[in-house]
């Protein structure tokens, strides 16, 4: 009798799930143990405070403007020697405040290349011959 239960007991150890404890982190608070969670989580939880409620949205607040203006659309596209994509990817880029080497190549040839200064808030209209 005590080998049959001693037996049954590790089966049910061998075939319960195993889990084990970790620090978890939350608000600067270190807890051991799993995690609680409580509370109602439906779609509707709490007030909605909406964009009518947040400050301006600034979405590149630091940056210009770099425009292609080609009918070109499959030529690549390398700023400072690195590949940006096509053009027709990239007809508006952003780029922050500073010297950059723009080259476009078409057929394995740099058709277009130039140094530009982008300046914060303004906008520069490339319009290469290709």
């Given amino acids: 009798m005590r080998n049959g239960l001693l037996v049954l007991a590790v089966v049910a ?5 195993m889990s084990a404890s970790a620090a978890v982190v939350r608000h600067g608070f270190v807890g051991m143990g799993p995690a609680i969670y409580g509370g109602w989580y439906g779609p ?3 007030p909605y405070w909406g ?3 947040m400050g ?3 979405a590149y607040p630091n940056s210009g403007q770099v425009k292609l203006d080609t009918k070109v659309k499959d030529a690549l596209v390398f700023i400072d020697g690195s590949y940006a994509g096509t053009t ?8 922050r405040p500073g010297a950059y080497n723009i080259e476009i190549r078409e057929g394995g040839k740099t058709s277009f290349a130039e ?3 982008v300046v914060a808030g303004s906008t520069l ?4 011959e290709l």
């Fill in 115 to 117: 140094k530009v200064y």
């Fill in 56 to 58: 301006p949205y600034y």
């Fill in 13 to 17: 150890m061998a075939l319960a799930p």
């Fill in 51 to 53: 964009p009518a409620y």
């Fill in 88 to 95: 027709h990817e990239n007809k508006t880029m952003r780029l």
């Fill in 125 to 128: 209209h490339l319009r290469p």
């Fill in 44 to 46: 509707y939880w709490g």
